[in-house]
């Protein structure tokens, strides 16, 4: 836990109050003689030392709201980047890249075709792994024999390999529109969903920490990586965290495993 302290300088201003001494005579219509000798000061010097208090709280909490997170993000990014554990990459996670190499091997950039996919899944399949996760939102329709060809290989996969498969997902409040919403609905009802969002820190948009999911009508929907953790029998805990970042054991930050599409 990081505590942050902000300090800021303040000197008051001199406030003096030169009233002097102020003697009220009697009136001629008090004739017990009495009369009324203000407090020395008056009230006027308590009002403005409570006002130069009220404002240096003011400056305080300013201070502490703009500058309080980000220094809390800095120093435990430093932390995370000098000291954090040392990991191996493990060979449970494989990475698939799409690369710019294999876009460029394509009449059109996106959507990603379709039967391209169908092939990768079909591959990927064979080899039994625990599941296939494909983080592609499939919104809408492209070329209709290439989206059957996905269908069907995203089928061939979870019916014949016993192998599941993870698409991405998303919602209205996710900027998707009604239509994209319906065809994603749709899409692949082999497949199980978990929803494509990142948690980005407010101040910055640096993502720190993890995305469970969140519930939906009542419902709990699992974020991507959930979802795919869940299809390998393993079952994350619920609830957003802070993300732990590992190196290896040279120093270097930890990557899993990655391969090319192509």
């Not at 996670?93 to 391209?116: H, K, N």
């Not at 290439?146 to 019916?159: C, S, Y």
């Not at 498969?165 to 692949?188: K, R, S, W, Y």
């Not at 999911?213 to 990586?225: C, Q, T, V």
Request: charged residues 20%; negative net charge; proline residues 8%.
């Amino acid at each position: 836990h990081i505590c942050c302290y902000n300090h800021i300088p303040f000197t008051p201003a001199l406030l003096a109050a030169n009233a002097g001494s102020h003697a009220m005579m009697p009136s001629a219509n008090d004739s017990a003689g009495t009369g009324s000798v203000p407090p020395p000061g008056g009230t006027g010097g308590r009002a403005g030392a409570v006002g130069a208090l009220l404002a240096f709280a003011l400056l305080l909490a300013l201070a502490t709201a703009l500058f309080s997170q980000p220094v809390e993000n800095f120093a435990r990014d430093l932390a995370m980047s000098t000291i954090s554990p040392f990991e191996e990459p493990g060979d449970d996670i494989v990475i698939v890249s799409i690369t710019e190499e294999t876009l460029g091997d394509f009449a059109y950039r996106s959507p990603i075709d379709r039967r391209f996919l169908a092939e990768l899944v079909d591959k990927l399949a064979q080899a039994k792994p625990k599941g296939i996760g494909l983080d592609i939102l499939f919104d809408q329709p492209t070329e209709r024999e290439k989206d059957t060809a996905l269908l069907q290989a995203i089928a061939r996969a979870v019916k014949q390999h016993g192998v599941p498969v993870i698409i991405a997902d998303a919602l209205t409040e996710d900027g998707l529109t009604p239509a994209q919403i319906d065809f994603l609905g749709g899409f692949a009802p082999q497949a199980v969903r978990g929803l494509a969002n990142l948690r980005r820190d407010p101040y910055d948009a640096v993502v720190r920490g993890r995305y469970a999911g969140r519930r939906i009508d009542g419902d709990w929907r699992p974020g991507f990586a959930a979802a795919l953790a869940e299809a390998a029998n393993t079952q994350p805990p619920r609830g957003d965290a802070p993300m732990v970042f590992y190196r290896s054991g040279d120093g270097e930050p930890f990557a899993f495993t990655a391969y090319p599409a192509h």
